[in-house]
């Protein structure tokens, strides 16, 4: 059974800037994970994201997933959490969560 609500690998901040010093293919990014389809989405840093809108109305983020997930979620900005992703997970903006190591402050 999986840790809900943090499924993955569990990584301190500490020992994640080891992994960052030894592993540079491994960018850090601000994600957020649907509970249905166990992807995790990822914010870019300008704000842009394919699958991740701001809704100004509510004042939160609102996720739409991929097909053939029919999940669409509000959150806000506080649940976006770091995540260790490859290049390649980031670039589509979406990775599975086995594929993510969630990064904790302890
Ligand atoms: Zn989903």
Known sequence: MNAWPFPGTFL??????????????????????????????????????????????????????????????YFHRTMLRPYSVSAEGLLRGHADVAECHMLVEL
Request: some cysteine; hydrophobic content about 30%; glycine content about 4%.
């Open 12 to 73: 301190t901040l500490e020992s994640a800037r080891k992994v960052r010093c030894d592993n540079l293919i491994m960018p850090i990014s601000m994600g957020v994970l649907c509970e249905t389809c166990r992807t995790v989405y990822f914010i870019s840093r300008s704000g842009k994201s394919a699958n991740i809108h701001y809704d100004r109305t509510r004042g939160e983020f609102r996720l739409s997933c991929i097909p053939p997930c029919p999940a669409v979620s």
